[in-house]
Every structure is written in C-alpha cells, then in structure tokens.
C-alpha cells in the first residue's frame, strides 16, 4: 500500500488501479480511494484471486496499479543534472545486478541520499519490473533511471567528464574516507550479487572501496552495500 500512494502521489501515469473485494479499509487504503476519486482515475473492484492473478502472485495488500512501460531517461541527462549540483553530484551505476528486489531497494537508497540517477546495463541486469518498482517504494517515480549498451564505455565518459569513478569491492583495500574527488561529481559502482565487479568494470573505476565487516559475514547485501556508501560520501561531503 505505501508503494501504491507514493506512486499516486508522484504523478504516475496509472493505466488502471485494483483493489481486492472486502480488504481492510485501513488509514492508506482509505488514502488511497480519496485520490483515486478525486482525480478520476479507473478503479476496478475484483476479486483477491483476480487481484492475485493479475500481480503474478505479489504480496499486493489488496490494492495495485498498472503503469505503462517504464520510462528510461537518457544517461547524458542524469551526467547534466549532476553537474547542476556544485560539487555534490552523484550517480549510482549498477554491474550486472540481477535481483529487481536489489535494483528497486538501490534506486530507494539513491532518492535519498541525494544521487542525481541510477544507471543500468541493457544486459544481464534487473530491469524496471513490478517487483523492481514496488521495493523502491515508489522512489522510482522521483529518481532518473537510464539503460546503457556498454557499461564500461559509460564509466571511461563520467570519468573523461570529471567524475571520480568510485567501486565497491570486498577486497578494496581503501575506505571511502580515503578516496580524493568526492567533493566533485562522483560515480559509485556497486557489483552483481554473486560475482561483484566484472573485471573491466573494475579496470574502469579510479578506486576500489570496501567496507569494514566482521569474518562473521563474507559479504554484504549489493543493496545494503550500496546504502552504506553513499551515507558514507555523504558524510564526507558535510564533514
């Protein structure tokens, strides 16, 4: 239901909003048949096992809406914006980041540590899904997200531009405090789920970051591990 308002609220393009016979008419809920009515969007009353059917087995909550195809916007677009911002842009670029629950967690935590986009491979990478759109909690609605072909030809031109090219690896061997250039524009690369970042990826960062954890653990979250990060630029920034 929270995904669902924020979407409402964001101004999405809604096709068509569902809620299921007989759910719980709680706070948002109530929230978010107020809106439906008073903008005139479509609401179709169904079934749970409609409503069950139509979000491929989600955990929905009784309520869901159908959007159009997403938007990309253009990578040169989010690198603009970026440079608008004096010496704070920020951009998140994903490698090979399968899980839509990673991609939509990453685009949450980009919306709110102030990053400018997120930008993804057309290949071999989680895309713009349902399950991507409702973990961002509708973040995806106020955030930039763009499909590159080449991600490393990407990287080369942000850091050709005048950004710090900056990786996430576990075995980087320098803390983000370390790292010169994160008061200008910075690029923060977070690897795949399995296999972190690709070797070219990482040939193409100016510097390879980890972040301190126990032996208890092996690694962390990509999500988790992209969130850390871009707190922690953050601090840097302000200190």
């Not at 101004?11 to 929230?31: H, I, N, T, W």
């Not at 608008?84 to 629950?101: F, I, N």
């Not at 919306?111 to 973990?135: C, D, E, L, N, Y």
Request: charged share 20%; proline share 5%; aromatic share 4%.
């Amino acid at each position: 239901r929270n995904p669902v308002s924020e979407a409402l609220t964001a101004g999405l393009p809604v096709k068509q909003a569902y809620v299921a016979e007989g759910a719980e008419r709680d706070d948002r809920l109530r929230d978010i048949l107020k809106f439906a009515a008073e903008h005139s969007l479509p609401l179709l009353q169904v079934t749970r096992a409609e409503l069950d059917r139509v979000t491929g087995g989600l955990v929905h909550q009784g309520v869901a809406l159908q959007l159009p195809a997403f938007d990309y916007t253009d990578v040169e677009d989010i690198f603009d914006a970026a440079f608008e911002v004096p010496s704070w842009g920020l951009v998140v670029a994903l490698d090979q980041v399968t899980d839509p629950r990673n991609l939509g967690a990453i685009i949450r935590s980009a919306a709110a540590f102030g990053a400018q986009g997120v930008v993804i491979p057309a290949r071999r990478s989680a895309s713009m899904t349902a399950a991507a759109w409702k973990t961002s909690a509708g973040a995806a609605a106020r955030i930039p997200v763009a499909r590159v072909t080449n991600l490393n030809q990407m990287l080369r031109r942000a850091s050709g531009a005048g950004f710090t090219v900056v990786g996430l690896a576990g075995e980087g061997d320098t803390p983000l405090s370390g790292i010169p250039g994160l008061d200008g524009p910075v690029v923060v690369v977070v690897g795949s789920e399995g296999e972190g970042l690709a070797r070219l990826v990482r040939e193409n960062c100016d510097a390879l970051v980890s972040i301190p954890i126990t032996s208890a653990v092996e690694s962390l979250n990509a999500s988790v591990a992209a969130s850390i990060a871009l707190y922690e630029i953050g601090q840097q920034r302000v200190s």
